[in-house]
Nanobody, 123 residues
Framework: QVQLVESGGGLVQAGGSLRLSCAAS????????MGWFRQAPGKEREFVAA????????DYADSVKGRFTISRDNAENTVYLQMTSLKPEDTAVYYC????????????????WGQGTQVTVSS
């Protein structure tokens, strides 16, 4: 039902910045919480950040707090993840996710997922 498409990944030097974008299907975007998760090789998919529909509440993993910022443009049906001060340990495939109304830190609780975009941070 909900279709999500990520973009903006790439290769950056440690200390650099990237902005990821996630475009959602227009008719199903309203009233959905949006989130970002990441998965490195051999690791579980982990929570990165989430934002509610009204943009009044955000949540961040401790590992990215103060460095990453999640935002959304409801008129354009797009969610963003601004990443700064990137570290090699941030290297992973980043996934956009959507869930009706509720925000969760558990990946299993999210209903809809994008295809992922690779972020690689070199030292």
């Amino acid at each position: 039902q909900v279709q999500l498409v990520e973009s903006g990944g790439g290769l950056v030097q440690a200390g650099g910045s990237l902005r990821l974008s996630c475009a959602a299907s227009e008719r199903t975007f309203r009233n959905y919480a949006m989130g970002w998760f990441r998965q490195a090789p051999g690791k579980e998919r982990e929570f990165v950040a989430a934002i509610n529909w009204s943009r009044t509440n955000t949540d961040y993993a401790d590992s990215v707090k103060g460095r990453f910022t999640i935002s959304r443009d409801n008129a354009e049906n797009t969610v963003y993840l601004q990443m700064t001060s990137l570290k090699p340990e941030d290297t992973a495939v980043y996934y956009c996710a959507a869930q009706l109304l509720l925000m969760h830190r558990s990946a299993a609780s999210w209903n809809y997922w994008g295809q992922g975009t690779q972020v690689t941070v070199s030292s």
